[in-house]
Nanobody
Framework: EVQLVESGGGLVQAGGSLRLSCAAS????????IGWFRQAPGKEREGVSC????????YYADSVKGRFTISSDNAKNTVYLQMNSLKPEDTGVYYC????????????????WGQGTQVTVSS
């Protein structure tokens, strides 16, 4: 059974940092891409960052470039999202997702999802 479990969310002041974790199980981690997505109230789910565990390629949304860093520990089957210089507009539920296809920022390309973790950035 595929499982993705996010952790690390919380409440932080603007300018602060959080590190999210996505622990994966039930599939061959090295063969999958993992994406981080977020959804704010009343808005569509949007891609934040993704990584190919096969070749290490990474991608970022323009809104987070230079502030967020995605990384993968293949030995632990875990993907991290280091979020620095957080802004109130980064607030939302953050989800990780897995796909056997290429890394992409399109939510519909991912078949496996975690339950999400809330990130709230206060001004």
């Amino acid at each position: 059974e595929v499982q993705l479990v996010e952790s690390g969310g919380g409440l932080v002041q603007a300018g602060g940092s959080l590190r999210l974790s996505c622990a994966a199980s039930g599939f061959t981690f090295d063969d999958y891409a993992i994406g981080w997505f977020r959804q704010a109230p009343g808005k569509e789910r949007e891609g934040v960052s993704c990584i190919s565990n096969n070749d290490g390629s990474t991608y970022y949304a323009d809104s987070v470039k230079g502030r967020f860093t995605i990384s993968s520990d293949n030995a632990k089957n875990t993907v991290y999202l280091q979020m620095n210089s957080l802004k109130p507009e980064d607030t939302g539920v953050y989800y990780c997702a897995a796909t056997p296809g290429p890394a992409t920022m399109i939510p519909g390309e991912y078949g496996y999802w975690g339950q999400g973790t809330q990130v709230t950035v206060s001004s």
